[in-house]
């Protein structure tokens, strides 16, 4: 089992970016838009700006009822999901190594319960397995740290080293871990610095299929490679553009996590942190 190295200290423009990008996100996500109009609202009426008010409330129940039913969720989704289809198992050739993304684990009920916490993008882990056992002479990364902004110390990898691959019954010896990174461009930049990558080296890419965009255009970016193995679909495809959502919860949801992917997509193209404005296959 080898440890991705200590990295230097990251610059503070780097630290900047990524607490600012939660908090900005806390703020405009279309979920937390709808409550503050509705506060809003609410406060217009307390100074008996009746009209301001109505405004207010009315946007902010037109927007709700749209993101909690319609397919609007659907419709940020799909693009994403569709962007890389996945290969046939049986056309890929021995890669170097399978590099499955963090963001399937709750490493803090974890680490407090002493369990394997998984959440809904479990698959990454359970598809990284199955790739694995088909190649078993490729290395197994995982890149993922602490990514929350309060518990630093909730490192998905150890997570991963002491629970989860002895629950998969899958070897150690194999297993790279890369517990320092924060976000997708420290995915793809940290693990380029633990494996070196050569130029004839390809690199099975395991992330759940909306995210898959970012994350082959920041590994690419680092130099690696790529076979995109597009996992945890949340969509059943083209016939979910008209699917309404029965529970209001699950279509505000996809809508927060949807508009929260396309900002990141933008946000990364205008950062330099991605070879293009949306990565495609090549």
Same mark, same amino acid.
């Given at each position: 089992m080898a440890y991705a190295p200590v990295h230097p200290r990251q610059s503070v423009l780097s630290q900047m970016f990524i607490y600012l990008?939660?908090?900005?996100?806390?703020?405009?996500?279309?979920?937390?838009?709808?409550?503050?109009? &509705? *506060?809003? +609202? !609410?406060?217009?009426?307390?100074?008996?700006?009746t009209r301001t008010?109505?405004?207010?409330?009315?946007?902010?129940?037109?927007?709700?009822?749209?993101?909690?039913f319609s397919p609007v969720g659907n419709w940020l989704f799909l693009p994403l999901e569709e962007r890389f289809p996945r290969p046939a198992l049986s056309a890929i050739a021995a890669p170097a190594g399978i590099? &499955? *993304?963090? +963001? !399937?684990?709750n490493p803090l009920i974890g680490k407090s319960r002493g369990v394997v916490a998984v959440n809904e993008a479990a698959e990454r882990f359970i598809a990284g397995a199955e790739l694995l056992r088909k190649f078993p002479n490729a290395k197994f990364v995982f890149t993922g740290g602490g990514a929350a902004m309060l518990l630093p110390d909730t490192a998905e990898a150890e997570g991963v080293k002491s629970l989860l691959f002895p629950a998969l019954g899958l070897p150690a010896d194999h297993l790279i871990l890369e517990s320092k990174s924060r976000n997708t461009y420290e995915n793809a930049v940290f693990t380029k610095a633990l494996l070196a990558p050569k130029a004839n080296e390809r690199w099975i890419l395991v992330t759940s299929a909306f995210h898959m965009p970012r994350a082959?255009?920041?590994f690419r970016k680092a130099g690696f490679t790529l076979i995109p193995w597009p996992v945890d679909y949340r969509t059943r495809g083209m016939e979910d553009l008209t699917l309404f959502f029965a529970q209001p919860s699950e279509g505000l949801k996809r809508v927060d996590k949807g508009m929260r992917e396309w900002i990141g997509v933008l946000a990364y193209w205008l950062s330099g942190k991605t070879d293009s404005l949306f990565p495609g296959p090549k």
């Amino acid at each position: 089992m080898a440890y991705a190295p200590v990295h230097p200290r990251q610059s503070v423009l780097s630290q900047m970016f990524i607490y600012l990008s939660k908090v900005v996100w806390f703020f405009l996500q279309p979920t937390s838009l709808l409550i503050a109009l &509705v *506060l809003l +609202g !609410a406060f217009a009426l307390w100074l008996q700006w009746t009209r301001t008010a109505k405004r207010l409330v009315s946007v902010a129940a037109i927007g709700l009822v749209t993101a909690a039913f319609s397919p609007v969720g659907n419709w940020l989704f799909l693009p994403l999901e569709e962007r890389f289809p996945r290969p046939a198992l049986s056309a890929i050739a021995a890669p170097a190594g399978i590099i &499955v *993304l963090g +963001g !399937a684990l709750n490493p803090l009920i974890g680490k407090s319960r002493g369990v394997v916490a998984v959440n809904e993008a479990a698959e990454r882990f359970i598809a990284g397995a199955e790739l694995l056992r088909k190649f078993p002479n490729a290395k197994f990364v995982f890149t993922g740290g602490g990514a929350a902004m309060l518990l630093p110390d909730t490192a998905e990898a150890e997570g991963v080293k002491s629970l989860l691959f002895p629950a998969l019954g899958l070897p150690a010896d194999h297993l790279i871990l890369e517990s320092k990174s924060r976000n997708t461009y420290e995915n793809a930049v940290f693990t380029k610095a633990l494996l070196a990558p050569k130029a004839n080296e390809r690199w099975i890419l395991v992330t759940s299929a909306f995210h898959m965009p970012r994350a082959v255009g920041c590994f690419r970016k680092a130099g690696f490679t790529l076979i995109p193995w597009p996992v945890d679909y949340r969509t059943r495809g083209m016939e979910d553009l008209t699917l309404f959502f029965a529970q209001p919860s699950e279509g505000l949801k996809r809508v927060d996590k949807g508009m929260r992917e396309w900002i990141g997509v933008l946000a990364y193209w205008l950062s330099g942190k991605t070879d293009s404005l949306f990565p495609g296959p090549k």
